[in-house]
């Protein structure tokens, strides 16, 4: 069983639409949370950080951490075409010296 | 916005060849790191490097090598590049004080024939 689980998606939504990515996990030792977005051909990019369970919002985007299920959300409110993209959890231990382990990444498609 | 740069960007070379593929970042960063990503694939560590004169392997194996003279600068080498080693090469640095929240560079596309 990989460590941790993203569903690969394409997820397609019209413009305006909230969209909901998800991760889950196995190893109860992860405690800091990430999402990173990234474009066609670019490098990943740093979009939330989160520690230990809780919710955290940043503009139009709200990460939330459920450590009691394993399950980690992003929320990305009032969806645009520029949100195309693919995200990538990805999670870390002070036990694994902060080694991130990453999701496959969900493709998601905002349609005008 | 972090500062970290890959070259080159897209590189197509033959079977046989020995390449260099360059990473380097201004933000005076400890580690350093060498991710392979495939399409629809997890991003896979094949080097990290703590500071000068460290490197390590990493979860995947790999036929390429590291070096780390410089704090700003961790390339990865291809001795003899094969069609196997054809993917995306991402780098990535971190601070320890941030507890290591890496930093990606834009990343290079390897295709070798």
């Known amino acids: 069983q990989k460590e941790v689980e993203q569903d690969p998606g394409p997820l397609s939504v019209p413009e305006g639409a909230i969209v909901s990515l998800n991760c889950t996990y196995s190893?109860?030792?992860?405690?800091?949370f990430m999402w990173y977005r990234q474009y066609s051909r670019k490098g990943p990019e740093l979009l939330m950080y989160t520690y230990s369970s809780g919710n955290k919002e940043d503009g139009r985007f709200t990460a939330q951490v459920d450590k009691s299920s394993k399950y980690i959300s992003l929320f990305i409110r009032d969806s645009q075409p520029s949100d195309s993209a693919t995200y990538l959890c990805?999670?870390?231990?002070?036990?694994?010296?902060?080694?991130?382990?990453f999701g496959k990444g969900t493709s998601l498609l905002v349609t005008p | 916005e972090a500062d970290i740069y890959q070259t080159p960007r897209y590189l197509v070379i033959g079977t046989g060849k020995k390449i260099t593929l360059e990473c380097s970042q201004t933000m005076g960063h400890d580690k350093m790191y060498w991710y392979q990503q495939d399409p629809g694939m997890e991003l896979h560590l094949i080097h990290y490097s703590y500071g000068v004169n460290s490197t390590e392997k990493g979860d995947l194996s790999s036929e390429s090598t590291v070096s780390r003279i410089r704090t700003e600068h961790f390339p990865l080498t291809l001795e003899s590049a094969r069609p196997s080693h054809t993917s995306q090469y991402l780098c990535?640095?971190?601070?320890?004080?941030?507890?290591?929240?890496?930093?990606f560079g834009p990343g290079t596309r390897l295709t070798v024939l």
């Open positions: 990535a640095s971190s601070e320890p004080r941030q507890r290591d929240t890496q930093y």
């Open positions: 990805a999670m870390s231990s002070p036990e694994s010296g902060y080694a991130l382990n």
């Open positions: 190893n109860s030792a992860f405690q800091y």
